[in-house]
């Protein structure tokens, strides 16, 4: 695959941040440019004692009872990039590389341990709980991109529920979080925790000193100490992303709404917006947690790449779920190139219904123009429509039981726009 992999970003508004009393979570995946993101959904579920739960590449222990999520997540996985589980909790991860090596060996995906997170947490916190458990247990590694080529990196993590968000960021085994109770945050490929720490893991430091990095006597800070002396390019790069993103936020802090959430991820002068030869974002999300717990959280997905171009879809939990078969990829069963080892030396079509209408859909825009136009305009006003009846559902205008299956009516809707 050509090009390196540059940053994902993660963002949230809690208020007085945001315009409403809600917090508002924003994420673009960038990864693999041919790579294929999958918006699927999986219901509680009860368990019993001493199952195994099969990962990307492990088996883990099952818990007893699972939560509702929902995931944005390259169809080759277990895990996911981001997503949502019915208790309002959400979740975005990051690509990082500090002085501890990355393990050699499969272990959980940082994408892995993000799923668990969500299928296990009934909060933020609890998800970062559940997290760290699991890292502690099993640690973290294996290949994170469908190539034969060794492609492997520790994990930053970005925690969201109705009252506040953490941040955690991972070396190895160890990790630091920090709380956010107010006001805008985001992160990029870097580790971004300095001092103010809420939580970390009982060795951090005591590991830090014996390893020569931290004398025991300056005030401890975990992004000076724990980042590498020579970082990836990539690491630079997504410092320069990092403080657009920053600076992003705080333009609308203050006044951030979901459509200007949409908007930041949809920058392309600043980088968030991602498109180069071997990379680019390949699924977005954004999502609406109010903290008035009676009402219901609202996540929007792409399922498409370039989310300039993409329409982001509301999807609500709610016991009368459509499934969104077209948004799901095929399944190869142990015939899978992930499943077989040595792993990754075949390659299948892992395209869903709608990535395959929308690839065409990019493709007539670059060759009719004016069609293409046509068709991005009907596809904004979609989008409007969506958020114009999310916000009437959300004043109480519209029962929120009304709009279980809007999710399903949008990638139908977009499907046949394109057709």
């Known amino acids: 695959m050509a090009g390196d992999p540059m940053s994902c970003d993660c963002f949230v508004s809690l208020p007085p941040g945001s315009r409403n009393d809600q917090v508002i979570f924003g994420k673009n995946s960038d990864r693999p440019r041919d790579e294929v993101q999958e918006v699927v959904h999986y219901p509680a579920a009860s368990h019993r004692p001493g199952t195994l739960l099969e990962c990307t590449y492990i088996q883990i222990p099952q818990v007893e009872h699972t939560h509702a999520v929902v995931l944005s997540k390259p169809a080759w996985m277990w895990g996911a990039e981001m997503g949502a589980n019915d208790q309002g909790v959400c979740i975005g991860n990051e690509a990082v590389w500090t002085r501890e090596d990355v393990a050699p060996g499969e272990a959980l995906l940082g994408m892995d341990l993000l799923r668990l997170g969500l299928e296990r947490g009934g909060s933020a916190w609890a998800a970062l709980t559940a997290i760290t458990d699991l890292l502690e247990q099993h640690g973290q590694g294996g290949p994170c991109r469908e190539d034969p080529k060794p492609f492997s990196y520790h994990n930053t993590f970005l925690l969201v529920d109705r009252k506040e ?210 068709v991005y305009e009907l596809l904004r006003d979609l989008e409007s429509q969506c958020l114009i009846e999310i916000s009437d559902m959300l004043n109480g205008d519209i029962p929120a039981e009304d709009l279980g299956s809007l999710f399903f009516d949008c990638v139908d809707a977009e499907i046949k726009l394109y057709q």
Request: charged letters at 25%.
């Open 165 to 374: 968000a953490w941040v955690l960021e991972t070396a190895g085994r160890l990790w630091v979080a920090q709380k956010i109770s107010e006001g805008v945050k985001n992160i990029s490929n870097q580790l971004t925790i300095s001092t103010e720490i809420s939580a970390e893991h009982p060795e951090l430091r005591s590991v830090a000193q014996i390893q020569g990095w931290w004398d025991g006597e300056v005030e401890f800070n975990f992004s000076q100490v724990f980042s590498p002396e020579k970082p990836p390019a990539r690491m630079e790069i997504a410092k320069q992303r990092y403080k657009g993103g920053t600076q992003l936020l705080q333009e609308h802090d203050g006044t951030m709404t979901a459509e200007k959430m949409i908007s930041i991820l949809r920058d392309k002068p600043s980088g968030i917006c991602m498109d180069s030869e071997g990379f680019c974002t390949t699924g977005s999300m954004v999502s609406i947690l109010p903290r008035d717990s009676s009402l219901p959280c609202i996540h929007f997905f792409t399922a498409t790449p370039d989310p300039s171009r993409s329409v982001f879809k509301p999807y609500i939990f709610s016991d009368d779920y459509i499934p969104v078969l077209r948004v799901v990829s095929p399944e190869f069963g142990p015939d899978d190139p992930v499943k077989k080892e040595p792993r990754f030396q075949g390659q299948v079509d892992r395209r869903h219904d709608l990535y395959k209408a929308h690839q065409e859909a990019l493709y007539t825009m670059k060759s009719d123009p004016d069609k293409g136009l046509a």
